[in-house]
């Protein structure tokens, strides 16, 4: 009956994105823009002749001066990930040149006079992309070629920011799965990063078609927090569950009894290392002092101990205090229907406003979904649910 229910819990989830996306306000610029419903299409024709590029989606041009871009992983004799490389510097950013083509009303090639330029810092993205033959790259605008000033940009029609993610589809041949389920997901969930897409011209060498696509962080338009007050403990925050960040990962509830999904050292299977852990992507870094940080993991531990307590079992927690469900409930739908095998261990935000509760979101990476893992997913079941 789970099964069934479940079932047509997410038909209806599906057939409601449709019309919902089939209806969006293209005039009200507070709305969602699906680039699909208000480009120009691939056969609106083009005079030039031929010799070069012609393209009806926005055009990327990238100048890095022949600098190698870094974030490279750097494996060891197990081929595992034991670091990525940086600039001549140090420095894990190089900067670089960005001119935009994205005159919606005539097609873009190598080259036009571009519509926006700009200087950038630029890195090799992800994590298991990384090793991929086709990169993607994290991009901050800014003023000058030190990166010390930010610069931002309204990119493609989207909300003005400096900080954006160029996703390489590699594993996902369809090219469209980011896009499609972007968008779906904010007409279901609320907020989801905007997306378009485009191609990249990467130091003269064509690169494919891209996915320009907002980053998650705080800001009026994307994760919309009340402001941090300099020196108080007390916080509204952004945190995200993956894979361990250094020494950044907080120490919370499920972190210290290994209730998170975990994993052990192939030389020695008696020794556990947790494989996904909590880090704290809002207040920025600079703000992040031990009693911030304290306050974040307790408020987090107290609700994950609520979770796992006998009272939760006796109905005697009352979680919707502390939690949106309905935010929860939305994501596991989503994420079930979807096959998403990254949902609670990797690419996972949450955030919660000082005056508010823990909201899980926004959504993150659909590369893999839709049965486009590398692993075989059994039919006829719940594979989240039942995951453990």
């Given at each position: 009956?789970?099964?069934?229910?479940?079932?047509?819990?997410?038909?209806?989830?599906?057939?409601?994105?449709?019309?919902?996306?089939?209806?969006v306000?293209?005039?009200?610029?507070?709305?969602?823009?699906h680039?699909?419903?208000?480009?120009?299409?691939?056969?609106?024709?083009?005079?030039?002749?031929?010799?070069?590029?012609?393209?009806?989606?926005?055009?990327?041009?990238?100048?890095t001066?022949?600098?190698?871009?870094?974030?490279?992983?750097?494996?060891?004799?197990?081929?595992?990930?034991?670091?990525?490389?940086?600039?001549?510097?140090?420095?894990?950013?190089?900067?670089?040149?960005?001119?935009?083509?994205?005159?919606?009303?005539?097609?873009?090639?190598?080259?036009?006079?571009?519509?926006?330029?700009?200087n950038?810092?630029?890195?090799?993205?992800?994590?298991?992309?990384?090793?991929?033959?086709k990169?993607?790259?994290?991009?901050k605008?800014?003023?000058?070629?030190?990166?010390?000033?930010?610069?931002d940009?309204?990119?493609?029609?989207?909300?003005?920011?400096?900080?954006?993610?160029?996703?390489?589809?590699?594993?996902d041949?369809?090219?469209?799965?980011?896009?499609?389920?972007?968008?779906?997901?904010?007409?279901?969930?609320?907020?989801?990063?905007?997306?378009?897409?485009?191609?990249?011209?990467?130091?003269?060498?064509?690169?494919?078609?891209?996915?320009?696509?907002?980053?998650?962080?705080?800001?009026?338009?994307?994760?919309?927090?009340?402001?941090?007050?300099?020196?108080?403990?007390?916080?509204?925050?952004?945190?995200?569950?993956?894979?361990?960040?250094?020494n950044?990962?907080?120490?919370?509830?499920?972190?210290?009894?290994?209730?998170?999904?975990?994993?052990?050292?192939?030389?020695?299977?008696?020794?556990?290392?947790s494989?996904?852990?909590?880090?704290?992507l809002?207040?920025?870094?600079?703000?992040?002092?031990?009693?911030?940080?304290?306050?974040?993991?307790?408020?987090?531990?107290?609700?994950?101990?609520?979770?796992?307590?006998?009272?939760?079992?006796?109905?005697?927690?009352?979680?919707?205090?502390?939690?949106?469900?309905?935010?929860?409930?939305?994501?596991?739908?989503?994420?079930?229907?979807l096959?998403?095998?990254?949902?609670?261990?990797?690419?996972?935000?949450?955030?919660?406003?000082?005056?508010?509760?823990?909201?899980?979101?926004?959504?993150?990476?659909?590369?893999?979904?839709?049965?486009?893992?590398?692993r075989?997913?059994?039919?006829?079941?719940?594979?989240?649910?039942?995951?453990?």
């Amino acid at each position: 009956m789970k099964y069934r229910i479940a079932g047509i819990a997410a038909m209806v989830l599906v057939l409601l994105a449709v019309f919902l996306a089939d209806n969006v306000d293209t005039e009200n610029p507070e709305k969602r823009v699906h680039q699909h419903l208000t480009a120009r299409q691939q056969d609106a024709g083009c005079d030039c002749d031929g010799t070069t590029l012609c393209t009806h989606l926005p055009l990327l041009v990238i100048d890095t001066g022949g600098v190698v871009i870094p974030g490279e992983p750097i494996l060891n004799d197990q081929s595992e990930t034991i670091g990525y490389t940086t600039a001549a510097d140090g420095n894990t950013m190089i900067s670089a040149k960005l001119s935009v083509m994205s005159n919606e009303e005539q097609n873009h090639h190598p080259t036009d006079t571009p519509d926006m330029e700009s200087n950038i810092m630029i890195r090799i993205r992800g994590n298991s992309s990384r090793h991929f033959n086709k990169k993607s790259y994290r991009v901050k605008l800014v003023e000058d070629t030190e990166g010390l000033v930010n610069r931002d940009l309204p990119l493609l029609g989207m909300s003005k920011e400096n900080d954006w993610a160029l996703h390489g589809p590699f594993l996902d041949k369809t090219l469209i799965r980011n896009y499609m389920w972007m968008n779906i997901s904010a007409e279901i969930m609320g907020y989801a990063p905007e997306v378009r897409f485009c191609e990249v011209i990467l130091n003269g060498e064509y690169q494919g078609v891209y996915v320009l696509m907002e980053t998650i962080k705080e800001d009026d338009y994307r994760v919309n927090l009340s402001n941090y007050e300099e020196g108080s403990d007390q916080t509204s925050y952004l945190v995200l569950l993956d894979d361990p960040d250094g020494n950044r990962i907080l120490n919370n509830y499920t972190q210290y009894t290994y209730e998170m999904e975990f994993s052990t050292k192939e030389d020695d299977p008696e020794q556990v290392t947790s494989s996904t852990g909590i880090q704290v992507l809002y207040p920025q870094e600079e703000y992040q002092s031990q009693g911030v940080l304290d306050y974040i993991q307790r408020d987090i531990s107290r609700i994950e101990r609520g979770l796992y307590s006998s009272d939760m079992v006796s109905g005697q927690y009352d979680y919707e205090k502390e939690i949106d469900v309905d935010s929860f409930v939305d994501y596991y739908i989503l994420q079930e229907f979807l096959l998403n095998n990254d949902m609670f261990s990797r690419s996972t935000y949450f955030y919660r406003d000082v005056r508010g509760k823990l909201t899980v979101g926004p959504v993150w990476d659909y590369n893999n979904m839709l049965d486009n893992y590398i692993r075989t997913f059994a039919s006829g079941r719940l594979y989240l649910a039942n995951r453990g």
